[in-house]
C-alpha cells in the first residue's frame, strides 16, 4: 500500500472515531425538583446527536441545558437572560430590557403546570365550562422544603379538549373562549378534536387553537399544563388590560355554540383545565436585576421555591453550558 493510501486509510479512522465519539447522545439522571414538574427526581434525560456541537452553538432563551453550577457542579437549568442583555424579575415575571418576555405555548406547556392536576372536571358530553376568578398560590406539592411563602399566582387560563363527532353543518361550529372580559372566538369546520388553549400570561392577555393528532391515544400529557402537540405561536395575544389590578387568577369560560343544537352538531367539551404558569421569584438577597457580560448567560429552575440558580449565584460564563436537552 502506497504511502498516500495509509495517510488516507490513517485519516479516515480518526474521521471514523472522532464521529463516533461526538455521535452518541448522553444521558444524565435529575436530582431534585428544581425543574419540576417537567423533570422529576430520577428521571433520565439525554442529549441530541452530536452532543459536543451543542458547545460550538449559540444558547437560545427557554432552552434547557445541562451545565456547571457556580461550584462545579453539573445541573441542569433553563436559559432566561442571553449575553448583553438586563435581567430583572418583577411580580413574578421575567423582565428583559425593560419589557415581560411572553411564552409561546410550547414554552408554556414545558413551564407551566395544572392547577388540582387530575381534576378535569369538565362534564363529559358539556357545551359550557365556566369558573370564577380565583385566589391560585404557587403551591406546588412536591415542594421539598417545608417553608416556602405561598404566594399569589396571576396568570393562569383554562386549555380544552373540544371533540366534534362528525362534521358540522355548512356554517361550521363557534367555539368561544373568555378570559375576564376578554371573549375570543374560533370557527371549526371539520370533524375531530381540538385543543382550546387562552389565558393570562406574561401581561398578556393569549389564545391558540389547533386540530390534534388523529388517533392520539393521550391528548393531555400528565407533566404537560396543555393538550399535546401545541403550536410555536399565538394566535392572538395582546396586552393585558389591568395588568397591576388584583392578584387572582381570572374568570375563565369555554362555550361551544354551534349554527345547530350540540346534539345536531355532535360537538361537546371532552375535557378541560385550569392551568397557571411558572412563578418566577426574586433573589434572597433582594437584588432585582442582573446586566450580562458579552459572555454570560442568567439561568433560572421551572420550579423557583426549589431552585438554587443565578438568583443565587449572578451571571454565569458561556463556557460552563455543557448540553442542550431537547
Same mark, same amino acid.
Do not use: C, N, Y
Given at each position: 500500500m502506497t504511502s498516500r493510501r495509509w495517510l488516507a486509510l490513517a485519516a479516515g479512522l480518526v474521521l471514523v472515531g472522532t464521529g463516533a465519539a461526538l455521535l452518541p447522545p448522553r444521558r444524565? %439522571? %435529575?436530582?431534585?425538583?428544581?425543574?419540576?414538574? !417537567?423533570?422529576?427526581?430520577?428521571?433520565?434525560?439525554?442529549?441530541?446527536?452530536?452532543?459536543?456541537?451543542?458547545?460550538?452553538?449559540?444558547?437560545?432563551?427557554?432552552?434547557?441545558? %445541562?451545565?456547571?453550577?457556580?461550584? !462545579?457542579?453539573?445541573? @441542569?437549568?433553563? @436559559?432566561a437572560g442571553l449575553p448583553g442583555e438586563t435581567v430583572a424579575i418583577a411580580a413574578g415575571d421575567l423582565v428583559v430590557a425593560d419589557r415581560i418576555v411572553l411564552k409561546e405555548p410550547r414554552q408554556l406547556a414545558a413551564m407551566g403546570q395544572r392547577v388540582s392536576a387530575g381534576h378535569d372536571d369538565a362534564a363529559a358530553g358539556g357545551e359550557r365550562w365556566e369558573r370564577p376568578a380565583t385566589d391560585v398560590l404557587d403551591d406546588e406539592p412536591l415542594a421539598t422544603g417545608g417553608g416556602s411563602l405561598l404566594l399569589p399566582v396571576r396568570d393562569g387560563g383554562v386549555a380544552? %379538549?373540544?371533540?366534534?363527532?362528525?362534521?358540522?353543518?355548512?356554517? /361550521?361550529?363557534r367555539v368561544r373562549a373568555r378570559v375576564a372580559e376578554t371573549v375570543f372566538t374560533w370557527r371549526l369546520r371539520a370533524a375531530g378534536r381540538y385543543a382550546i388553549v387562552a389565558g393570562r400570561l406574561d401581561g398578556h392577555v393569549v389564545a391558540v387553537a389547533w386540530r390534534l393528532p388523529a388517533g392520539a391515544a393521550d391528548t393531555c400529557p400528565e407533566r404537560s399544563c396543555l393538550p399535546v402537540g401545541p403550536p410555536d405561536r399565538w394566535s392572538f395575544a395582546r396586552p393585558w388590560p389591568d395588568r397591576d389590578k388584583g392578584d387572582v387568577a381570572p374568570a375563565l369560560a369555554i362555550v361551544i355554540e354551534p349554527a345547530t343544537t350540540v346534539a345536531q352538531a355532535g360537538a361537546a367539551i371532552e375535557r378541560a383545565w385550569r392551568w397557571r404558569d411558572v412563578l418566577q421569584r426574586g433573589a434572597p438577597d433582594g437584588v432585582a436585576a442582573w446586566s450580562l457580560g458579552p459572555n454570560a448567560v442568567f439561568v433560572l429552575g421551572d420550579f423557583?421555591?426549589?431552585?438554587?440558580?443565578?438568583?443565587?449565584? /449572578?451571571?454565569?460564563p458561556v463556557g460552563s453550558l455543557r448540553h442542550r436537552i431537547p
Open positions: 444524565f %439522571v %435529575v436530582a431534585g425538583t428544581s425543574m419540576a414538574p !417537567g423533570l422529576l427526581p430520577g428521571d433520565v434525560v439525554a442529549t441530541g446527536l452530536l452532543p459536543l456541537r451543542d458547545r460550538l452553538t449559540q444558547p437560545r432563551r427557554f432552552e434547557r441545558w %445541562v451545565l456547571d453550577a457556580a461550584d !462545579g457542579t453539573p445541573v @441542569i437549568k433553563r @436559559i380544552a %379538549v373540544v371533540q366534534a363527532s362528525r362534521p358540522p353543518d355548512d356554517a /361550521g361550529l423557583p421555591a426549589e431552585s438554587r440558580d443565578s438568583r443565587h449565584w /449572578g451571571p454565569l
